[in-house]
T-cell receptor, first 112, second 114 residues
């Protein structure tokens, strides 16, 4: 069966510090991968999606970036965090058809 | 482009009562429809999906939803809720025939009181 991992689970970082969140998927190949952010009390905001290695699309211009160094690994990064980057970050994957998505447990990021 | 409207941001209900969470969508093409549940501090979990076939779809945890094409709705129902159903529920839509990007509603918070 397929599983998706995210780490760390929680993170407290000062403003201006770098960020690296990691997501890996097991039990499937060539998944579509997604990064979402949830601000407190709000819905899902799609940040990045990838339909293959070296194929990453950004949905929202900001100080975040994403990379996919391996087929089942998706990394969210920032060089300098802002207060507004605080939120709950969710990684998800879908199969080739791209229909239903399967979400990881999330990372709670607090920028202080 | 498609859009999803979840009409209620919060639905309070007593335990063992029935509940309906409303979802309406708009799209110029055929769509696939989904409901997800998110428990506090967790990721989203797929409850059920409509791709084709019977318009009444049964999902996990006793939930079901009915696709109504004429009313462009996909309401989620449960005949008797439990305290453990307290969570955030998201409706989502994808274009049929290939779209990697679903559109999510803003979510409905279901609060079950004892």
């Amino acid at each position: 069966s397929q599983t998706i991992h995210q780490w760390p689970a929680t993170l407290v970082q000062p403003v201006g510090s770098p960020l690296s969140l990691e997501c890996t998927v097991e039990g499937t190949s060539n998944p579509n991968l997604y990064w979402y952010r949830q601000a407190a009390g709000r819905g899902l905001q799609l940040l990045f999606y990838s339909i293959g290695i070296d194929q990453i699309s950004s949905e929202v211009p900001q100080n975040l970036s994403a990379s996919r160094p391996q087929d089942r690994q998706f990394i969210l990064s920032s060089k300098k965090l802002l207060l507004s980057d605080s939120g709950f970050y969710l990684c998800a994957w879908s199969g080739v058809t791209g229909y239903e998505q399967y979400f990881g447990p999330g990372t709670r990021l607090t920028v202080t | 482009a498609q859009s999803v409207t979840q009409l209620d941001s919060q639905v309070p209900v007593f335990e063992e009562a029935p509940v309906e969470l409303r979802c309406n969508y708009s799209s110029s093409v055929s769509v696939y429809l989904f409901w997800y549940v998110q428990y506090p501090n967790q990721g989203l979990q797929l409850l059920l999906k409509y791709l084709s076939g019977s318009t009444l779809v049964k999902g996990i945890n006793g939930f079901e939803a009915e696709f109504n094409k004429s009313q462009t709705s996909f309401h989620l129902r449960k005949p008797s809720v439990h305290i453990s159903d307290t969570a955030e529920y998201f409706c989502a839509v994808s274009k049929s025939g290939g779209s990697y990007i679903p559109t999510f509603g803003r979510g409905t918070s279901l609060i079950v009181h004892p």
